[in-house]
């Protein structure tokens, strides 16, 4: 049997974080895994072992709608063609897009194609990382001060630089994206018994509902969602499509074990890391959890690394800049001190704005301007990491923001990823593979800009000490 017709699951992550949060929960459920740049051949699949899932880190969170149907769809039938009962289009926790950028409607309609006919499962819930799904309303935790809020009244989300978070009912954000109908499967329903939930989602499935958001706010939620998803997704000619967070690996991986279908592991060899003399760290996250872990690492002597927004992606000025941000990133490592690089410190630092003034000023909308200043500003913090690793041979490299740890990834190109350690939940660290010299042996953290404790950074420059 090859290697191909083994997997269990596989999934398109639409950031390089969120991909690596699915990774992980995959891993730590001791499913054999690993995340490729683009769908892998069955050749590659041979050539570097079995898996039981895989996953596609990709960047259609920053996308257009345009540039989703030009990209997305080559990406979808790929993944549609392989032997396996269920595919994941892995969003962010917090669902956080628009009918702009980044659009999880549109998506859901170009699946279509590729999936055929058939209601697309919404999973939303993810309570390890306090995300709650209740009567169709997503609500999270906040990292800043420990507190759940409903996601439009999140002290992040709701004022996301990009996506802000202005409605916190699923079937109506997602609405506003598609105009499939979005039908809910309520918390009640899982204290009714098996009979009784199987014939609602049979309902629901045969009605003109487009997609179906399942509640959930503990653990035995989703493990009964992973039994629901396994009935919708047997005996079919392709593979079920679905949409959430990394929810859904928990569901299933829950509902596995539970089915007697996946053993127990251990996990003990995910739960230390050494420590290291120094790391590269990179932020181009505004939110305000970033700014207390750029801070933090600040504070503990990391080299403060003030990258100047508008020069980066001004036309006649950032070279420039790049070459001063390389030069001292450079001579910093090479002194032995830990780089803290970031582009704010916080929703109120006036770089992003000014930046953004300056790209309405060349004739772009407010939104645009936004739209593209952080996807070029991401795009050249891709080409400063990878100059100062081609120059600095070092262990550890940490990226915070969605659309920054997407480009500084892609920009590298290694050949996949795999799970190290765990860092922070959702944010793992991971081992690079490639053959590629400068890569060889390169550990990579990516978090988003809501993930992570203020000390994150420290943390991974000084490991987890074995009691």
Not at 138 to 150: E, M
Not at 332 to 342: N, P, T, W
Not at 452 to 462: E, W
């Amino acid at each position: 049997m090859d290697a191909k017709s083994q997997l269990r699951l596989a999934f398109y992550g639409d950031d390089f974080t969120g991909s690596t949060d699915a990774l992980e929960v995959l891993a730590f459920a001791g499913l054999r895994c690993a995340l490729f740049l683009k769908p892998p051949s069955v050749e590659t699949l041979n050539a570097l072992g079995s898996f039981d899932a895989i996953g596609v880190a990709g960047d259609s969170r920053s996308m257009s709608p345009e540039e989703m149907d030009q990209t997305l769809p080559h990406t979808l039938g790929a993944l549609a063609a392989l032997p396996v009962p269920l595919v994941h289009y892995k969003v962010c926790s917090t669902f956080d897009s628009s009918a702009a950028v980044g659009s999880i409607g549109r998506v859901m309609d170009l699946a279509r194609k590729a999936f055929g006919a058939g209601p697309i499962p919404i999973v939303a819930a993810t309570p390890a990382l306090g995300r709650y799904c209740a009567f169709g309303h997503l609500f999270a935790r906040s990292g800043t001060d420990g507190l759940v809020y409903r996601l439009d009244r999140h002290p992040i989300m709701s004022r996301h630089p990009t996506t802000p978070m202005s409605e916190a009912d699923l079937a109506a954000h997602l609405g506003a994206q598609t105009r499939q109908a979005i039908a809910n499967f309520t918390l009640p329903l899982y204290e009714a018994g098996h009979p009784a939930m199987d014939s609602e989602l049979a309902g629901i499935s045969s009605s003109e509902s487009g997609g179906i958001v399942f509640d959930g706010t503990t653990s035995a939620h989703l493990t009964q969602v992973g039994r629901l998803l396994e009935r919708l997704s047997a005996g079919r000619s392709r593979p079920l499509f679905c949409v959430g967070s990394s929810g859904l690996e928990y569901a299933m991986t829950q509902w596995w074990r539970e089915a007697g279908k996946a053993a127990a592991v251990d996990t003990t060899q995910y739960e230390y890391f050494k420590a290291i003399p120094q790391v590269l760290a990179v932020s181009g996250s505004a939110s305000p959890l970033s700014k207390m872990q750029v801070d933090a690492a600040i504070a503990h002597g990391f080299v403060d690394l003030a990258v100047d927004a508008s020069s980066l992606v001004a036309d006649e000025r950032w070279e420039a800049e790049l070459e001063r941000l390389h030069g001292e990133a450079v001579a910093a490592l090479r002194a032995g001190r830990s780089v803290m690089a970031h582009t704010a410190r916080g929703p109120d630092d006036n770089r992003i704005a000014a930046m953004t003034s300056l790209l309405i000023g060349q004739g772009m909308s407010k939104d645009m301007a936004k739209h593209v200043g952080g996807r070029l500003l991401a795009q050249r913090l891709g080409r400063l990491v990878d100059g100062v690793l081609r120059a600095v041979r070092i262990k550890r490299l940490l990226v915070s923001g969605g659309d920054t740890s997407s480009h500084v990834t892609q920009h590298l190109a290694p050949d996949a990823l795999v799970v190290a350690a765990r860092l922070a939940p959702g944010a793992p660290l991971c081992r690079v593979l490639s053959d590629q010299p400068h890569l060889a042996d390169l550990e990579i953290a990516l978090k988003g800009g809501q993930m992570g404790q203020p000390d994150y950074f420290v943390k991974a420059l000084h490991g987890t000490a074995r009691n």
